[in-house]
């Protein structure tokens, strides 16, 4: 019941921005002047939205650093052009994924222009590992470590994202997930819109980090993420359980060493347990306060 009293509030509250009669006229965004306005905008509005989720039931934002909205609002100003890079990591069965398809389909939904890049293809090709040990699991067993930085093309990685900030379609790679452990280079086109959202454990490794404008961390029950995982591994990829708790195990000691470290670094962090519907009004909220304006009249 509280949840449907927060998705109601949250429909309220697009309402009255729309229909309000206190709106700013819209900033000249080719000056830097407006720019600088509506960043000032933008950080008012932003604290309202912050204070409605605190108290929702299952908020959706845990953390913010204290200067995201102030150095974001600076990016945009210094440089409006670029194309606004966004990050997203956690741990496995985070819910990283969900998270990324939601965020793409309300900005689809919003005739706002999105590209998203998945990291999990810049795998390094380990094809002759596994055709040496016969399996991707005794790969593993035999001491390979699938989520160490050396276990990805992050200088490609980096290329691409460098280049398709800058406005440039790349081509990515594609690992194939059937357990061949092959990575076609240059295979998946990617167009370079306005909105890239990177997606993965990658992501925020210390060789890409700098290349994002918004990182965001996704935390969830570790119970949740456990029993995710145990799904995936044995209905979707048939995997037995010994086998499946096994990974868990060791991509449980993955995160400890490659994903929470880059947790302090991170802009926001998402609540990986939020209710998807309340989490998209959310971003249709923020998409309405960034362009419900007064328009000039000649």
């Not at 830097?32 to 604290?47: D, I, N, V």
């Not at 044995?234 to 096994?246: G, S, V």
């Amino acid at each position: 019941m509280e949840n449907e009293n927060n998705n109601e509030g949250i429909y309220n509250l697009i309402a009255k921005e729309v229909n309000s009669h206190d709106k700013i006229f819209k900033p000249d965004f080719s000056q830097k002047t407006g720019r600088e306005l509506l960043a000032f905008y933008l950080q008012t509005k932003f604290k309202q939205v912050l204070a409605f989720d605190r108290k929702a039931e299952i908020p959706v934002i845990i953390d913010l650093k204290p200067d995201f909205i102030a150095r974001f609002s600076k990016r945009l100003i210094n440089n409006p052009k670029k194309r606004i890079v966004i990050g997203i990591t956690g741990e496995s069965a985070s819910g990283k994924s969900t998270i990324c398809r939601e965020i793409s389909s309300v900005i689809k939904n919003l005739n706002l222009p999105v590209s998203i890049v998945t990291t999990d293809n810049y795998f390094n090709d380990i094809s002759g590992l596994i055709e040496k040990y016969g399996t991707f699991d005794a790969l593993r067993d035999n001491g390979y470590d699938v989520d160490s930085p050396t276990s990805f093309q992050l200088d490609v990685l980096r290329e691409d994202l460098e280049a398709i900030s800058r406005g440039e379609d790349i081509m990515t790679p594609e690992y194939l997930l059937n357990g061949t452990g092959v990575s076609i280079p240059k295979s998946i086109p990617v167009k370079s819109n306005k909105i890239v959202v990177v997606e993965g454990m990658a992501t925020m490794y210390d060789a890409i980090q700098d290349i994002f404008d918004v990182k965001i961390y996704i935390e969830t029950d570790l119970e949740i993420r456990k029993n995710r995982f145990m799904t995936r591994a044995i209905k979707e990829r048939n995997q037995d359980i010994e086998n499946a708790k096994k990974h868990w195990e060791y991509i449980l000691n993955a995160g400890q060493k490659y994903i929470i470290p880059s947790r302090s670094s991170m802009d926001i962090i998402l609540n990986g347990d939020c209710r998807l519907p309340y989490f998209s009004k959310i971003l249709e909220y923020i998409h309405t306060i960034t362009n419900n304006f007064e328009q000039n009249v000649d």
